[in-house]
Structures are given as C-alpha cells and as structure tokens.
Nanobody, 122 residues
C-alpha cells in the first residue's frame, strides 16, 4: 500500500520556523520526484517546492524562495521542508506528493498524503 505521511505542522508566530517531514512507503522512493503543495481555506492548491529523483535538484515557488528549503533522505524514504521566516500568508494545509515524472503541476502527481496544518499567527 502506498503511503505518504506528513508531520511537523503546528502553530507558530510570524518569523518563526517549522520543519515538515513526509515519510513514504509502498513504492520505490528513489525513483520518485516529491513535491510539497499547500492549500489555504477558500484558495486553490499551490505548489511550494519540489525535489527531483534524478539528481536531487530543488525548485521553489517565488513566494517561498529564500525562506524554505527542501531535502530528501533516500535511506529513510523521507523528505523534509524547513520553513523559516514564516508569514501569516503561509498558513495552509501542507501536502507532500509523489510522481515518477518531473516536477510539475499538482495534477501530475500520483500519490498524496493527508496533509499537515501550518498556522502562522501575526
């Protein structure tokens, strides 16, 4: 059974930090590109970052560039998202997702986790 399980969300003040984790199982993790997405109430799902399976290249949305860092540990089948200088507008449900393709739009991803809530207070 394929599973992606996010953890590490919570409530933090603006300017604070959180580290999200996404633990994967049930598929060949090394072969999959992993993305982080988020969705705030009343808003569309949007991409946050992505890490490729081939060379570990990372890509970031402009609204998180310089504040968020994504990494992966293939030995642990886990990806991480370190989030610094958090802003109230970062408040959302954060999802990790896997695709055997390249970094792309959310509809290109095959597997999804249930999400972890991040709330940033002002």
């Amino acid at each position: 059974e394929v599973q992606l399980v996010e953890s590490g969300g919570g409530l933090v003040q603006a300017g604070g930090s959180l580290r999200l984790s996404c633990a994967a199982s049930g598929f060949t993790f090394d072969d999959y590109t992993i993305g982080w997405f988020r969705q705030a109430p009343g808003k569309e799902r949007e991409g946050v970052s992505c890490i490729s399976s081939s060379d570990g290249s990372t890509y970031y949305a402009e609204y998180v560039e310089g504040r968020f860092t994504m990494s992966r540990d293939n030995d642990k089948n886990t990806v991480y998202l370190s989030m610094n200088s958090l802003k109230p507008e970062d408040t959302a449900l954060y999802y990790c997702a896997a695709t055997n393709g390249i970094c792309g739009f959310w509809y290109d991803y095959d597997y999804w986790g249930q999400g972890t809530q991040v709330t940033v207070s002002s």
